[in-house]
Nanobody
């Protein structure tokens, strides 16, 4: 069992930056690929980024590529999402998730709100 707790969300102006964190507790953090997803009001949840178990490989949706960076610290059992050049369309609840076999995700956090004002 893995518990995931996101933090770092908030209100930011367009063009600004935020860094999300996701702290994992439980066993076997390094056995999971970690992902970030988001869900805007009235929309389906969408994939944002994923990082491999070692942290050496990362994948991004086209909508965030070049602006967001996913990383992980396997000593502190934490995954990060650095978000730069934020746009109003990035406004959503952001969730982190753990996957033992991508693209299926086994565990989810409770989410953190990101609001980008124009």
């Amino acid at each position: 069992q893995v518990q995931l707790v996101e933090s770092g969300g908030g209100l930011v102006q367009a063009g600004g930056s935020l860094r999300l964190s996701c702290a994992a507790s439980g066993r076997g953090f390094t056995g999971f690929s970690m992902g970030w997803f988001r869900q805007a009001p009235g929309k389906e949840r969408e994939f944002v980024a994923r990082v491999s178990r070692s942290g050496s490989l990362s994948y991004y949706s086209d909508s965030v590529k070049g602006r967001f960076t996913i990383s992980r610290d396997n000593v502190k059992n934490t995954v990060f999402l650095q978000m730069n050049s934020l746009k109003p369309e990035d406004t959503a609840v952001y969730y982190c998730a753990a996957s033992s076999a991508p693209p299926k995700y086994d565990y989810w956090g409770q989410g953190t709100q990101v609001t980008v004002s124009s």
